[in-house]
């Protein structure tokens, strides 16, 4: 017999063998169609678990901060604690890592009455001081000299 007869009969086999497993597989009360149905349940479970987990973790990261980055530190009793420093601090990051303050510090002088307002402040300045917004109208109004005639 030569290699590619003897090839042959292997690939015959084998097309056999995956044809009798197919049709195993087709009937639901056979073993093997059981087996599948049992690890493919088994799969699902745990794939599902480890999504949920994942889901879980980046859930919590997502609301700490980067505390989930930093070595957890041990308090008196004993207890691990991850820092909550930074998830606090008035400080924060943007995309790029670089820091910015979370109200903005910069002055800006107001056009109608004239006074230095900090940046992170002046929309709502605005509101107040022309007279536009929920609360600015009446504001204004009580500044106006002619309010009251």
């Not at 497993?21 to 169609?33: D, F, K, P």
């Not at 479970?45 to 930093?70: N, P």
């Amino acid at each position: 017999m030569t290699d590619e007869a003897g090839d042959f009969v292997i690939w015959k086999e084998r097309v056999q063998r995956v044809n009798k497993l197919s049709a195993q597989l087709s009937i639901e009360t056979s073993v093997a169609a059981q087996t599948v149905a049992v690890y493919s349940d088994l799969l699902d479970a745990l794939l599902f678990e480890v999504a949920i987990d994942s889901r879980k973790t980046q859930a919590a990261a997502t609301c700490e901060g980067s505390a989930m980055e930093k070595e957890p530190q041990t308090g008196r009793t004993g207890a691990t604690a991850f820092s909550t420093a930074t998830a606090f601090s008035r400080v924060s990051e943007d995309v790029f890592g670089q820091q910015h303050p979370v109200v903005a510090s910069d002055l800006v002088d107001c056009t109608n009455c004239g006074r230095a307002i900090v940046a992170g402040r002046f929309a709502p300045h605005l509101e107040k001081c022309l007279g536009k917004g929920r609360r600015g109208v009446r504001a204004a109004s009580l500044r106006r000299p002619d309010a009251d005639a």
